[in-house]
């Protein structure tokens, strides 16, 4: 919705009603944001809570959470080692995917294209990278249901992305389009793969009653808090890298950030716990 929503602006903006007095396309981009938000805003207050949870927040068994229960012997490692790898996780796109739109005006097949033609050329390839969402999606949800080793299923995701999004980042500028084409639907397909996993384990390892607590300190702490410094780490290291334009050296720092990334990923996957059992913990 968003790449072709820019699509549109780019193409159509001059038509439409000045923002500010200037018809650039990112503002009215940001505007369609609000189509799905207003619905939302609606519908969400008459969403009806878990059962089971009213059931055990409303009667005594249910415990308080606590912060610091999170590093009790029994969940150190769990919570230290989800935070690091949700931090990596998240660090994906901030410090790659996301730059691609900066990235793709400096490709070799789009020289000599004029402005307009460039962005739409962007907005192109951004809708086949969110194509990329939905098709990792779909893919996890097809083999979630067969691995059974939490393990096994994470590294089906990160190896092959561990060798694939440092190898396009550093090729991009001098790749042809299909290969970029093509490697930019499958990072964000392994990188979907990635997040998804997260929503199908850390409901597996943190007891009913630290749940939120547990699941909301790895994704803020670790992803929103340390992942999203990915982007800060990929945008300065381009001015240390070689390249002739500004897209050649983004591109480099993107693909130097994947690769230390991914492999600090890995080595964390080496300790991960697996769940003590396919029900939900109490």
Not at 135 to 142: E, I, M, T
Request: contains cysteine.
């Amino acid at each position: 919705m968003v790449s072709g929503a820019y699509y549109l602006a780019v193409t159509h903006g001059d038509s439409l009603p000045a923002v500010l007095g200037h018809h650039d396309a990112w503002r009215y981009t940001l505007l369609s944001g609000l189509i799905p938000a207003l619905p939302l805003m609606i519908a969400r207050p008459f969403l009806p809570e878990s059962p089971i949870w009213r059931e055990r927040s409303q009667g005594p068994r249910l415990k308080r959470p606590s912060i610091l229960a999170l590093f009790a012997p029994d969940m150190r490692r769990t919570t230290l080692l989800t935070t690091l790898m949700m931090a990596c996780t998240l660090a994906v796109p901030y410090g790659a995917l996301q730059q691609t739109p900066r990235i793709v005006p400096g490709l070799a097949w789009l020289q000599g294209l004029g402005p307009q033609q460039v962005e739409q050329a962007v907005s192109k390839v951004f809708l086949v990278q969110e194509l990329g969402s939905f098709a990792g999606r779909l893919v996890f949800a097809l083999l979630v249901v067969r691995i059974v080793r939490r393990q096994r299923l994470l590294r089906l995701f990160l190896i092959p992305a561990a060798i694939l999004l440092p190898s396009l980042f550093f090729s991009t500028t001098i790749g042809g389009l299909t290969w970029f084409i093509v490697g930019v639907f499958s990072a964000q397909a392994l990188f979907n793969g990635l997040h998804s996993f997260w929503g199908n384990y850390l409901p597996r390892v943190f007891p009913t009653h630290l749940r939120g607590t547990g699941e909301s300190f790895a994704m803020n702490v670790g992803g929103r808090m340390i992942g999203v410094c990915a982007a800060v780490a990929t945008t300065q290291l381009a001015n240390l890298m070689p390249g002739a334009i500004a897209a050649t050296r983004l591109a480099r720092a993107a693909g130097t950030t994947m690769a230390l990334v991914l492999a600090l990923f890995l080595i964390a996957s080496l300790w991960l716990p697996e769940p003590r059992s396919d029900f939900l913990p109490e």
